[in-house]
RNA sequence: GGGCCUGUAGCUCAAUGGUUAGAGCAGGCCGCUCAUAACGGCUUGGUUGGGGGUUCGAGUCCCUCCGGGCCUACCA
């Protein structure tokens, strides 16, 4: 059996609809995972949705159903922009999911057995009305004395029984784990960010409430549901089965990588290492903390109006296009900005241009003029080996950019679209059209090498563009089975029937009222 | 207050301290007609945010200032 590789991004809180940075985590987690099943890795890949805690019970009050119901409701969004977007997750992971609960209480379990949870008070200014805690900066003052929280309700210090895990004793271990393992946490900023914080002292955590019961029961402790980090980071090895972990699934932990938004880096990269260290279970291998997506350069809010439907998008613009233009546009790692005015430009060049136009022009040409069979190659000239060469060269880039430990997917992409370039400038120095008045011959090998240059180009590109890529190895009559970089180095077979040749990457148009703005 | 990142062509980004700072897109000119007004060639475009320093040599290293983003502490 190949060498497992768990790849997983962070569950969503589903408390409003999927916006475009959901979307954009998914995306680029996808895209990691079918490039390592091209690659033929055992790959797994779980995303999902975090249900629990105050919130999600206080909107299903307000609306008068089950917290469960409204998390049913709330997931399913999630689930179908996964869906939509052709994230093919092996898991679809819902922390009210029966099997989490079993292993959030084994891992608190693991930990009490280290000794590391104790029971203390939790204190601070607490909300009757809104049944929340609030730190004393989101705190106004209102008539006199009293404090108000940020929805305008009077708070009052209040001690509430807690279990604390005792995080202080990690924080040498984890600086450790940092300083052998750099690549635990990517990108390198990031590293430094959390460092920093480490060695700034840790205090215990508090890790269980009192005050909602919408959660996972603490193991022997009525009253007290477990706080968001157990429960919800817990998710990724519930997913393989954990306690089991010499079940089937177990063999894919630890976790090859964990794709997170960089706002919470440090409860991946300091609180579950610190969890799984004491529960005794072994740590993931990397942590990496992708940007955030701007709107022309400007962060999204409600307030501001610029949060967009990825689904929504993916119908104006194509699921694969969207992939594509997240993906080539923003640098892996670091902020991004889009516009719609960028996806189309983009799209344009890259895709309508560079790949669509290329298949289009060549494969039409097979059709008119070899019968819509794939031409006989004869001899190969210097251009052709050439050409050739370069993308298979490109692979092998391909390969350490995706993986390395970095993951730029970025430079991926733009190492394989240089061969596409270089593929119409072949087509256009070979001038086929021209050379078949005299030497037909020469002009179906010409055709030849360019069907092969796009079949490769192909698959190199499918785990970004699984559909559309697909579609082009439909015209070009490959087997389903025929489509992972092990495929790469079976040549096109001449001869063969080729279906008529259609338009797969269409030139996109900027709506009028985006143009306006 | 401490710290991290960042600033390079109109836009998105490259350049182990080492020729004349490079690509793509956008713009301009030319060519081609197989193709989705696509493709190819040529080309315009830069005081590398400002200033100072180290060096034979700085986009790169150091100091400082300015702009942008972020982590974090504290005061209240």
Same mark, same amino acid.
């Given at each position: 059996?190949?060498?497992?590789?768990?790849?997983?991004?962070a569950?969503?809180?589903?408390?409003?609809?999927?916006?475009?940075?959901?979307?954009?985590?998914?995306?680029?987690?996808?895209?990691?995972a079918?490039?390592?099943?091209?690659?033929?890795r055992?790959v797994?890949?779980?995303?999902?949705?975090?249900e629990?805690?105050?919130?999600?019970?206080?909107?299903?009050?307000?609306?008068?159903?089950?917290?469960?119901?409204?998390?049913?409701?709330?997931?399913?969004?999630?689930?179908?922009?996964?869906d939509?977007?052709?994230?093919?997750?092996?898991r679809?992971?819902?922390?009210t999911?029966d099997d989490?609960?079993?292993?959030?209480?084994?891992? $608190?379990k693991?930990?009490v057995?280290?000794g590391?949870?104790y029971?203390?008070?939790?204190?601070?200014?607490?909300?009757?009305?809104?049944?929340a805690?609030y730190d004393?900066?989101?705190?106004?003052?209102?008539?006199?004395?009293?404090?108000?929280?940020?929805?305008?309700?009077?708070?009052?210090w209040?001690?509430?029984?807690?279990?604390?895990?005792?995080?202080s004793?990690y924080?040498?271990?984890l600086?450790?784990?940092?300083?052998?393992h750099?690549?635990?946490?990517q &990108?390198?900023?990031?590293?430094?960010e959390?460092?920093?914080f480490?060695?700034?002292?840790?205090s215990?955590?508090?890790?269980?409430?009192?005050?909602?019961?919408?959660g996972?029961?603490? &193991?022997?402790s009525?009253?007290?549901?477990m706080?968001?980090?157990?429960?919800?980071?817990?998710?990724y090895?519930?997913?393989?089965?954990?306690p089991?972990?010499d079940g089937? %699934?177990?063999?894919?932990?630890p976790?090859?990588?964990?794709?997170?938004?960089?706002d919470?880096?440090?409860?991946?990269?300091?609180? $579950?290492?610190a969890f799984l260290?004491?529960?005794?279970?072994?740590?993931?291998?990397?942590?990496?903390?992708?940007?955030f997506?701007l709107?022309?350069?400007?962060?999204m809010?409600?307030?501001?109006?610029?949060?967009?439907?990825?689904?929504?998008?993916?119908?104006?613009?194509?699921v694969?296009? %969207?992939?594509y233009?997240?993906?080539?546009?923003?640098?892996?790692?670091?902020?991004?900005?889009?516009s719609e005015?960028?996806?189309?430009?983009?799209c344009?060049?890259?895709?309508?241009n560079n790949?669509?136009?290329?298949?289009?022009?060549?494969?039409?040409m097979i059709?008119?003029?070899?019968?819509?069979?794939?031409?006989?190659?004869h001899d190969?000239?210097a251009?052709?080996t050439?050409?050739?060469?370069?993308?298979?060269?490109v692979?092998?880039?391909a390969?350490?950019?995706?993986?390395?430990g970095?993951?730029?997917?970025?430079?991926a992409l733009?190492?394989?679209w240089?061969?596409?370039?270089?593929?119409?400038?072949?087509?256009a120095e070979?001038?086929p059209?021209?050379?078949?008045?005299t030497d037909?011959?020469?002009?179906?090998?010409?055709?030849?090498?360019t069907?092969?240059?796009?079949?490769?180009?192909?698959?190199l590109?499918r $785990?970004?563009?699984?559909?559309?890529?697909?579609?082009?190895?439909?015209?070009?009559?490959?087997?389903?089975?025929?489509?992972?970089?092990a495929? %790469?180095?079976q040549?096109l077979?001449?001869?063969?029937?080729?279906?008529?040749?259609? &338009?797969?990457?269409?030139r996109l148009?900027?709506?009028?009222?985006?143009?306006?703005?």
């Amino acid at each position: 059996m190949s060498e497992p590789y768990y790849i997983t991004t962070a569950i969503s809180y589903p408390n409003g609809r999927p916006h475009i940075g959901h979307a954009y985590e998914a995306i680029a987690a996808d895209a990691i995972a079918r490039f390592h099943r091209m690659a033929g890795r055992d790959v797994r890949f779980q995303t999902g949705t975090d249900e629990h805690g105050l919130k999600m019970a206080q909107t299903a009050r307000d609306r008068g159903i089950t917290a469960r119901a409204l998390c049913d409701e709330m997931s399913s969004y999630f689930k179908v922009m996964c869906d939509t977007l052709h994230i093919s997750y092996d898991r679809f992971i819902r922390t009210t999911d029966d099997d989490h609960k079993i292993a959030c209480q084994a891992l $608190w379990k693991g930990m009490v057995a280290r000794g590391d949870i104790y029971l203390g008070r939790y204190e601070g200014w607490y909300s009757v009305r809104d049944e929340a805690f609030y730190d004393e900066k989101e705190l106004t003052k209102g008539e006199g004395e009293q404090r108000l929280s940020p929805q305008g309700t009077p708070v009052e210090w209040t001690v509430e029984e807690s279990w604390f895990f005792r995080l202080s004793a990690y924080q040498d271990k984890l600086l450790e784990l940092y300083r052998s393992h750099p690549e635990f946490i990517q &990108p390198e900023s990031r590293r430094n960010e959390v460092i920093r914080f480490v060695e700034g002292g840790l205090s215990d955590l508090s890790v269980s409430r009192t005050s909602f019961d919408w959660g996972i029961a603490v &193991p022997d402790s009525p009253g007290h549901v477990m706080y968001v980090w157990v429960d919800a980071l817990t998710n990724y090895l519930t997913g393989i089965g954990y306690p089991a972990l010499d079940g089937t %699934l177990g063999r894919f932990w630890p976790a090859d990588v964990h794709v997170i938004g960089k706002d919470i880096v440090r409860f991946h990269a300091v609180y $579950w290492p610190a969890f799984l260290m004491s529960a005794d279970v072994p740590l993931p291998k990397q942590v990496f903390g992708h940007g955030f997506l701007l709107h022309k350069g400007e962060k999204m809010s409600k307030s501001v109006g610029n949060v967009v439907d990825p689904i929504e998008l993916a119908s104006v613009f194509g699921v694969d296009q %969207l992939r594509y233009f997240l993906l080539r546009e923003v640098s892996f790692g670091q902020d991004g900005s889009y516009s719609e005015d960028a996806i189309v430009t983009r799209c344009n060049a890259d895709l309508a241009n560079n790949l669509g136009n290329l298949a289009q022009r060549s494969l039409s040409m097979i059709a008119k003029n070899c019968g819509g069979k794939v031409p006989q190659p004869h001899d190969a000239s210097a251009a052709d080996t050439a050409l050739l060469a370069g993308i298979a060269a490109v692979e092998q880039v391909a390969r350490q950019h995706m993986m390395g430990g970095q993951y730029a997917i970025h430079h991926a992409l733009q190492a394989i679209w240089e061969q596409m370039s270089l593929t119409n400038q072949y087509f256009a120095e070979q001038q086929p059209w021209a050379v078949r008045k005299t030497d037909p011959a020469r002009a179906d090998t010409i055709l030849y090498y360019t069907a092969e240059a796009i079949r490769q180009l192909a698959i190199l590109a499918r $785990w970004v563009m699984p559909v559309s890529c697909d579609k082009l190895l439909d015209i070009l009559a490959q087997s389903p089975d025929a489509r992972d970089f092990a495929a %790469l180095g079976q040549q096109l077979e001449p001869g063969i029937d080729l279906p008529p040749p259609a &338009p797969i990457f269409p030139r996109l148009e900027l709506a009028a009222d985006a143009k306006a703005d």
